[in-house]
């Protein structure tokens, strides 16, 4: 097998473009040369910061030749990513794992934080095939939020565009779980995507399970390669690698998982509760 192919042909790419998306969000847009592959939304990029850190980010942007990637600072790298300037040098490697199944039919996307970012993708696919959305927009308060606008003017018979915060600053106040039960009380959905903390992942799981919703979820775990090498991202019990058999998961899949909603695992391997 072809080294550079398998680890996801290395490049050198130079920041086209930065996107305040809130006070502390980035979205850092770049050419990014692909020769046989279609990027498809959920999947992710292995993105390294010169002189930091080599970490996996999920595309919220193909506009061929044009990736985006959206960015909040929690660590070192992301703080790094978040402060680069246009024109500075990334190192990516990619496109990784399997991706969402967009579906025609009455879906429902329910993002949180900043897992709305690969959703973003995810919608755009999902108008392409007919689908009629709603798409839920959850964070902890209104100035948390990202894409609200971008998606309210867009906003029509085929998209409906919801908004929940914890504090109730926009929106549905309460949990992204809370807001969903009150969307389903009121319409029937065919399938359920979903991104974001993984205990209202977990949530949102169980309620598409007892109403027999279709479901599709995105897991983020620990990645040190992002090709199947390093073996950090395996989950239990199945040993399934989040980043070739992931990070899209189907209801069934997750149904075999011990560790869905409860605890993943730090960069040594030690189990850490949700």
């Not at 390294?48 to 600072?73: C, E, F």
């Not at 190192?91 to 399997?98: A, T």
Request: proline fraction near 5%; charged fraction near 20%.
């Amino acid at each position: 097998m072809d080294m550079s192919q398998l680890v996801g042909n290395p490049q050198s790419v130079r920041v086209s473009k930065i996107i305040s998306d809130n006070e502390r969000v980035r979205t850092l847009v770049f050419p990014m040369r692909l020769t046989d592959k279609e990027i498809q939304p959920g999947q992710f990029l292995m993105v390294w910061v010169p002189g930091v850190d080599d970490i996996p980010m999920s595309v919220s942007m193909w506009n061929p030749p044009n990736v985006g990637i959206t960015v909040l600072p929690v660590g070192e790298a992301t703080q790094s990513l978040t402060a680069t300037a246009e024109r500075q040098w990334l190192g990516i490697r990619g496109p990784f794992g399997n991706h969402f199944d967009p579906q025609s039919g009455r879906v429902l996307v329910v993002g949180g934080g900043i897992g709305i970012a690969p959703l973003r993708f995810l919608v755009y696919r999902l108008r392409e095939v007919g689908a009629d959305i709603t798409f839920l927009m959850a964070a902890r308060t209104a100035k948390n939020l990202v894409f609200v606008n971008e998606f309210s003017k867009q906003a029509g018979k085929k998209i409906r565009v919801k908004i929940a915060t914890d504090d109730g600053s926009a929106g549905f106040k309460g949990l992204a779980t809370d807001a969903a039960e009150d969307l389903l009380r009121g319409a029937d959905f065919d399938i359920m995507y979903t991104c974001g903390p993984e205990r209202m992942m977990a949530g949102l799981y169980r309620i598409a399970s007892q109403r027999r919703i279709q479901f599709q979820a995105s897991l983020e775990r620990f990645m040190k390669c992002g090709c199947g090498i390093c073996g950090s991202c395996a989950l239990d019990p199945t040993g399934e690698l989040v980043c070739l058999d992931g990070p899209v998961f189907t209801g069934e899949r997750l149904a075999q998982l011990n560790e869905f909603g409860k605890y993943c695992r730090d960069s040594t391997g030690a189990r850490k509760a949700l």
